[in-house]
């Protein structure tokens, strides 16, 4: 069992930045592949970023240049560095992990609100 505990959410303004963390129970975190999806208002959990266990990262499209993910292993924490937020970002934020047997976890989430 892995539990994820996202943090770093909040209001900001169109333009501004964020960063995002999640820190994971377990002692093979350096194993895990991590990532972050988001979920608007009505609509479906999209992916945003994951990063594997030997930090290849993949984006969405639609934050790609802007997004930024990142992982501490000795921390066992992995970041989501948001910058040029625009309100289309608006979301809730959710910790996503993987264990090299496959198993998947889920992090509460956390709020992004992008407004003026």
């Known amino acids: 069992q892995v539990q994820l505990v996202e943090s770093g959410g909040g209001l900001v303004q169109p333009g501004g930045s964020l960063r995002l963390s999640c820190g994971a129970s377990?002692?093979?975190?350096?194993?895990?592949?991590m990532g972050w999806y988001r979920q608007a208002p009505g609509k479906e959990r999209d992916l945003v970023a994951v990063?594997?266990?030997?930090?290849?990262?993949n984006y969405a499209d639609s934050v790609k240049g802007r997004f930024t993910i990142s992982r501490d292993n000795a921390r066992k924490m992995a970041f989501l560095q948001m910058n040029s937020l625009i309100p289309e970002d608006t979301a809730v934020y959710y910790c996503?992990?993987?264990?090299?047997?496959?198993?998947?976890?889920w992090g509460k989430g956390t709020l992004v609100t992008v407004s003026s």
């Open positions: 996503y992990c993987r264990t090299a047997w496959g198993l998947e976890y």
């Open positions: 377990g002692s093979m975190f350096s194993m895990y592949t």
């Open positions: 990063i594997t266990s030997g930090a290849s990262t």
